[in-house]
């Protein structure tokens, strides 16, 4: 099993970034899939989920309207549009993907997103 992030980097304020998850060795049609960020010193707060069909999504406050997730179930990947990116947004970034039936869970490595001029 394996989720793997990418698309991490330093981007200035009022930039943008796609970060991916890939998945693998596991049903991907089954999972919430969801991204979480965890800045230095605070703990991990869930940013985006999007349901099995990519039907619904759900938004932390601070992001709605500046993040979009999106799924491709055919390329068993899911995706973190985010725009206009503030300071505040800086932390690493981890791909998330819970079992719709059972709840098991499963994490990616992380990706550290750097806002800063």
């Known amino acids: 099993v394996q989720l793997v992030e990418s698309g991490g980097g330093l981007v200035q304020p009022g930039g943008s970034l796609r970060l991916s998850c890939a998945a693998s060795?596991?049903?991907?049609?089954?999972?919430?899939m969801s991204w979480y960020r965890q800045a230095p010193g605070k703990g991990r707060e869930l940013v985006a989920s999007i349901t099995i069909t990519g039907g619904s999504t759900n938004y932390l406050d601070s992001v709605k309207g500046r993040f979009t997730s999106s799924r491709d179930n055919a390329k068993n990947t899911v995706y973190l549009q985010m725009n206009s990116l503030k300071p505040e947004d800086t932390a690493v970034y981890y791909c998330n993907a819970r079992n719709y039936y059972t709840d098991y869970i499963y994490w990616g490595q992380g990706t550290q997103i750097t806002v800063s001029a």
């Open positions: 060795g596991f049903t991907f049609s089954n999972y919430v």
